[in-house]
């Protein structure tokens, strides 16, 4: 019981008493003690009332794809307006990449040192599919999985995103799937900007080669290093556009697999795809 409750109750005590007595004799000691209690009382802040800005927020860190969390309800989208990113990226060694296939692009890759990542890779995941596809996915990174087998999305996750694909009724090797960042990051974290410039370059090579009709960034990563945006929640599901080819933004297959009820919004995003392609009307 706080001060102020403790005072109202001894004061109601009291006045209860006076009127059976009105005159309550008190020590000099509970004097000074009721007169401070007053004073104390009258000027101790009233108890705030919650205001939705005060509670604690419903949305978690804009990063879909590293181990957070359970999910709070629905609102995980931050309700505040975003401010734009803009952090000066580094900037990493030039290479001149002009004149490269795909198939030399991929032995630049494998044999590249030009980040940290590469000291504590197994494998290089380049890309998965087909260079002559139509659609383009592009993750953040291999995880133990890819760093293994040195293809991208092969884990739990690729094989959710092997699903969505099929479900979009186009086969996973008529896509192009790649990564920003070709080496895995340690403990599944998220690359460094220095990392993702370093490695842009290949992926900006990439895209240029395969020349796909559209673009789907998959979470936080690709949205923020390839397209300079933040806020996965808030760009998800509306075309960008990068170098005029349009781009879908959603979320990463990992995090559908922590937040199933996420699969919706993803497939809403699908299915604009599908008819941006000709494959749904
Ligand atoms: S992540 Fe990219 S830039 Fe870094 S070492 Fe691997 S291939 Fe090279």
Redesign the pocket.
């Known amino acids: 019981m706080s001060s102020v409750t403790l005072f109202d109750a001894l004061l109601d005590i009291l006045e209860r008493r006076r009127r059976d007595n009105p005159y309550i004799e008190l020590s000099p000691e509970n004097q000074t003690f009721l007169t401070q209690a007053a004073l104390h009382a009258s000027s101790a802040p009233t108890p705030a009332t919650p205001t939705p800005a005060a509670l604690p927020p419903t949305a978690p860190a804009d990063d879909d794809r590293t181990p957070k969390p359970a999910p709070q309800p629905p609102g995980r989208e931050p309700p505040a307006a975003e401010a734009p990113n803009t952090a000066a990226q580094p900037t ?1 060694e030039p290479i001149d990449l002009g004149n490269t296939d795909l198939v030399e692009l991929e032995t630049m ?1 494998s044999a ?7 000291k504590e ?1 197994n494998r ?1 995941a380049f890309a998965d599919g087909s260079a002559d596809a139509d659609l383009m996915f592009i993750g953040e ?1 291999p995880g133990a999985d890819e760093d293994r087998e040195g293809i991208p999305f092969v884990g739990a996750a690729g094989q959710l995103l092997t699903k969505i694909i099929g479900a979009m009724k186009i086969r996973r090797e008529d896509v192009y799937i790649a990564n920003i ?3 895995r990051p340690p403990r599944n974290r998220n ?1 460094e900007p220095d ?1 993702a410039a ?2 842009l370059p ?1 992926l900006e090579r990439q895209i240029e080669l395969v020349a796909p009709k559209v673009i789907i960034t998959l979470g936080a990563v690709p949205l923020r290093f390839l397209l300079d945006q933040k806020g996965i929640r808030r760009q998800r599901g509306n075309w960008l556009d990068y170098k005029g080819i349009p781009v879908m933004p959603t979320f990463h297959p990992s995090y559908l697999l922590r937040v199933p009820d996420a699969k919706r919004d993803v497939w809403n995003d699908m299915q604009q795809i599908m008819v941006r392609l000709g494959i749904q009307k």
């Open positions: 990493a890759v590249c040192t030009r980040c940290e990542l590469c890779r290089t990174g960042v070709k080496c690359p990392e370093a490695c290949y």
